[in-house]
Nanobody, 118 residues
């Protein structure tokens, strides 16, 4: 059974930092592209950052220079280091694991809430 579990969310002040973690089990983690998404009520879920199995990263423009995604294959874990947080970063953050081979394998966690106060 595949599990994707996020942690590290919380309440932080404007300009502060948080580090999110996402640990998986039941998949060959090193084969998967991993990503962080976020969603606010009434809005579409948007991709925040991705990291390929080879470690290539990509970010949405609004977080470039502030957020860093990384992975530790030996621990089946990815991280999202978030610095200089802004109120508009407030959202539920979701971890995603995706592999496209014979078919698409796509797994989600339940999310961790990040709230940035002014």
């Amino acid at each position: 059974q595949v599990q994707v579990v996020e942690s590290g969310g919380g309440l932080v002040q404007f300009g502060g930092s948080l580090r999110l973690s996402c640990t998986t089990s039941g998949i060959i983690f090193s084969d998967y592209r991993m990503a962080w998404y976020r969603q606010t009520p009434g809005e579409m879920r948007e991709v925040v950052a991705t990291i390929t199995s080879d470690g290539v990263t990509n970010y949405v423009d609004s977080v470039k220079g502030r957020f860093t995604i990384s992975r530790v294959n030996a621990e089946n874990t990815i991280f999202l280091q978030m610095n200089n947080l802004k109120p508009e970063d407030t959202a539920m953050y979701y971890c995603n694991a995706r592999l496209i081979s014979d078919r698409t394998y796509n797994y989600w966690g339940r999310g961790t809430q990040v709230t940035v106060s002014t």
